[in-house]
């Protein structure tokens, strides 16, 4: 097949346009030619810790410069990168580690009682440090010159109705197909800056490092979202387009005041979940172009984003399938809907995962004849403008991360004190939405709430962690036993 | 596999951006929206009268909106298109015709005696004018809702060395790939409008028409280079980008005078043979933005293209490969020339063609190992930018027409008078190079210049009559009786 190769990305951008910037971070300014020599640098050092073409290598690393020269001497080398999300707990981490098989794990320095617990739990595993890792006498590496569009790039670990977190297969040909399709919406130009102050470990952030290698255009990377340092950089750093949540947004429009942001900035492209007509509206009063998007990990980022004609006029909507995806709203009879009728939003298209690490029978069952059904609700109106309605039944999304309630669940299940556990997310002022549980205690032992939490705590990430606790007497099941979670919705 | 399918490209623009201009032609303006309502009845009428998914239909049509509309019309119902040179004799025609198995002609009215003459020699093909087509009664179309990037949507036939046209494969892969590969070099913007000038029946041509649908761009068609139209159009329809040959733009160079061109225009994207650096230095006097590229029918329009920032420092250059293609120049031993060293230059990438309809030998001779042997002498230098130094020792490049000796010689052997012919290209003022044939006439046999030269004319498109002829006693042979062309151009 001939539109299976392609130059590796990093070295032909570097080869294309060796002086443009590359990367602002902090007081630093990399060329892609600066950024290429030091990526092969980083590839040389991997190669001699043992790293070899085809492996799953973990990353465990915050917003940092080392982390993009780690993430692309991992594409020079042909290493498949497992990207984790920095704010799991160790045994989360462990799980995804174990699960993926990875034979590598690079992680922060800081991240030490997590490399204990790692170690400790998951022995054909080798972890190293950054910094031990930028000790050691870089080898000759092994570069690929080429890539193959259909192997894999990188994982990044989802969850779903189950519980348990599946590992998203991102290809090379997902990514470049999720860059072209949105260069093609958007448009690219020469002065074209992206602002990427989410993380890299999410598809969000990740989408932006691509975008930046395959464009050929600078990216400002901030360790964190920070509301002063985003308006500020977005000023100096000329700064064209920004990938936000909902939050970062609301933050930005009530720290700007009365100031407005410079005419050269293009665009908010806004993802994360459905966005507050309140502050779409407030956006344009201020001025800020915000475009909504609509995308998950399993489409490698957006997959429906609304076209800049379309921003004012269509306020509320996530817009259109990017050119190369195909989108349809599916009844539960497997017909289309009409429009203004709401049903399964299924999508297509070469930014689509062709399905989950090791798990077969999890690619089945939500991709069928091509299709990747979302589960998430929505409908088209007439001009075929996509409105989600609502997300899968049962995902929260707070503050951009996607929280399972089965996986709150099931930690709270194993606590001795709770017999049955049901989780929804309640709205949030500052977040979007915050997990709620409800507690079904056995019978005379006592449980505080303080207590769930802190056991929560020890096995989930932070923002996982329940912030309201209700104690009832039994969970609303259905005859076949299923917690009808719409219910627990209602009862908050 | 999941990078094959895709929307149909119109149906998807129209979806997109219904209301955006697709094109200006003469004093009509349509928008995507208008253009496919008016494919969609084409189309219907095509399959009235016969048109199937997967058949061959020849093009013989001038640049016109009706020649997009079918074209698209072609693409709605999966029928591949062989788009026809206007210029060729009837005779030529027939031959590519019966070659590509063509089973229907959509031709011209004014082509009224090449119908006949076609309709007499090849009897299992149905031709029909364009105004008999506009008369039939629409048919409620078959339409192909998805392209597969692997199907053929276009032949264009290109001569060789052996004389013989060749029909170049291009896939609706090689059309996307050779889009978004420009897109990301040149960028695209909103405001972009591309004027096209050159024939669409060239890939120079109908690579504006993909690239429009592709990015959501208005083109502006003119029926033929006109100079004076050309300035005007820039400056009313707010053109941004141009496709020339260098006959074009000297004339573009010449009639501006004191004249500017505005300041929204972006670039004369210039292909067709390499360009005299006294023309692209009066265009840099003129502020010009003058983009040197390479390419041809079997990489689907430009494959190397000088990007923005190196268009000065780099005068001469045609630039380095579009980023999902590869480039090297390959020494007779098959090693890698190094930098500065003259080689032939061999391509790779998805925008390449897959080969030659129905020539499997011609097609392994051409593409070895995935790469493209385009015969074409150059170096890279130090910093991998593309010098052609001259293309297939054979090609004659005349106003942007590529004229194949081979063809000419074999015509005029056919000649009683002449024993041998011989054809190189001479320097020309106006078309950069036209042909001239040396003659070894028949003893004893008086023939006169003009009888050749209409001999020639009956058989050949005027663009390949050659312009001088030289009488010899002998043609310049090695060992092998090879004709060395090389010796005839030292003669002239």
Not at 311 to 325: C, D, E, I, Q
Not at 393 to 414: K, M, Q, R, T, V
Request: hydrophobic letters at 40%; aromatic letters at 8%; one cysteine or more.
């Amino acid at each position: 097949m001939q539109n299976e190769t392609m130059p590796n990305l990093l070295i032909k951008r570097a080869h294309l346009t060796p002086n443009r910037t590359a990367i602002y971070f902090q007081e630093q300014a990399l060329t892609f030619n600066e950024l290429y020599e030091r990526t092969v640098k980083a590839s040389g050092r991997l190669q001699a810790l043992g790293l070899r073409k085809g492996q799953f290598a973990g990353i465990l690393l915050k917003n940092h410069l080392d982390t993009v020269v780690i993430l692309f001497a991992l594409q020079l080398l042909g290493v498949r990168a497992v990207i984790l999300n920095n704010r799991l707990t160790p045994a989360e981490l462990v799980w995804q580690l174990k699960d993926s098989k990875a034979s590598f794990l690079i992680l922060e320095d800081t991240y030490e009682e997590t490399e204990m617990v790692i170690n400790q739990q998951h022995h054909p595993l080798m972890t190293i440090t950054k910094s031990k890792l930028s000790q050691i006498e870089p080898e000759e590496p092994v570069i690929q010159e080429e890539i193959n569009l259909n192997e894999i790039c990188t994982i990044m670990y989802t969850s779903g109705t189950t519980g348990y977190p599946k590992g998203v297969m991102q290809t090379f040909g997902n990514h470049w197909w999720s860059s072209t399709g949105s260069a093609l919406n958007l448009g690219t130009m020469e002065s074209d800056c992206w602002l990427c102050s989410v993380p890299l470990f999410h598809i969000s952030g990740f989408s932006i490092l691509m975008r930046s290698v395959i464009y050929g255009m600078p990216m400002v990377l901030h360790e964190h979202f920070d509301v002063e340092r985003t308006i500020k950089d977005i000023q100096l750093k000329k700064v064209t387009i920004m990938s936000v949540v909902g939050t970062m947004l609301t933050q930005i429009v009530e720290a700007l005041e009365d100031r407005r942001l410079p005419n050269f900035f293009r665009c908010m492209l806004l993802g994360g979940g459905p966005a507050p007509l309140p502050l779409l509206e407030a956006c344009v009063k201020k001025e800020i172009p915000v475009f909504q998007s609509y995308g998950m990990t399993e489409t490698s980022s957006q997959i429906v984003t609304l076209s800049p004609e379309d921003s004012l006029k269509k306020l509320g909507s996530a817009g259109k399938p990017l050119f190369p995806s195909q989108l349809r709203i599916e009844l539960e009879n497997g017909e289309d809907a009409k429009s203004g009728t709401d049903g399964e939003i299924i999508v297509k298209g070469p930014n689509v995962t062709p399905g989950y690490l090791n798990r077969p029978e999890a690619t089945i069952e939500k991709i069928r004849h091509g299709w990747f059904y979302t589960g998430d609700i929505g409908c088209l109106d007439e001009e075929g403008f996509l409105y989600v309605k609502d997300r899968r039944s049962d995902l929260i999304i707070s503050g951009g991360e996607n929280i399972y309630p089965a996986e709150i669940e099931a930690a709270l299940i194993a606590h001795p004190a709770v017999i049955d556990a049901g989780v929804t997310g309640i709205n949030d002022e500052k977040w979007g939405q915050v997990p709620a549980a409800f507690i079904v205690k056995k019978e005379g032992i006592h449980v505080s709430i303080e207590e769930l939490q802190q056991f929560c705590l020890e096995r989930l990430a932070k923002y996982k962690v329940p912030k309201a606790f209700y104690f009832i007497e039994q969970l609303p099941r259905n005859a076949a036993k299923k917690l009808l979670r719409r219910k627990l919705r209602e009862w908050v």
